[in-house]
């Protein structure tokens, strides 16, 4: 047999081997992913259920994604009353108003106990004050303070 010819079959089933290994990554990747858009179809699916079965003036109600309870916070309108948020939400709303000026998450998380010096304490409070800003009840200023909207 041509030894020329050996390598070049040599080197070319390296070069397939090599190519179907990257292939069989890409296809887990790309199954995985799929998955993950299933799962993330199915959740928008009960929340849109949840939603359209809530009555618009009810307060929020948790609502179950996955097995799990989440609160809907309501975006703010004209005759929503803040009475409708969760009470942690109303706390918070509260310890912004009580500040003369803008307040960083930090001087917030004082204000309610929240043990702000634990950044796994202080985060999901930051959270909490992005998410009031989403929905339109406060809002934050480039620097990072969070307001009353106006």
């Not at 047999?1 to 390296?14: G, N, Y």
């Not at 990747?29 to 009810?58: H, Y």
């Not at 803040?82 to 001087?107: C, F, K, S």
């Not at 930051?126 to 998410?131: A, E, N, P, S």
């Amino acid at each position: 047999m041509d030894p020329e010819l050996l390598e070049r079959i040599t080197a070319r089933r390296a070069q397939l081997d090599e190519l179907e290994e990257q292939l069989a990554k890409q296809l887990a990747e790309v199954r995985a992913e799929r998955d993950e858009l299933a799962v993330a179809e199915r959740v928008l699916e009960q929340v849109s259920e949840q939603l359209a079965d809530e009555p618009a003036s009810a307060a929020p109600m948790p609502g179950q994604v996955g097995g799990r309870s989440v609160m809907l916070i309501p975006h703010r309108e004209p005759d929503l009353e803040e009475t409708m948020l969760p009470p942690d939400y109303q706390r918070i709303l509260a310890a912004v108003r009580q500040t003369a000026g803008p307040v960083m998450a930090r001087h917030v998380g004082e204000m309610p106990g929240v043990d702000v010096s634990v950044r796994a304490k202080l985060e999901p409070l930051r959270g909490r004050l992005v998410r009031l800003v989403d929905r339109g009840w406060l809002r934050k200023l480039p620097d990072g303070r969070f307001t009353t909207r106006l």
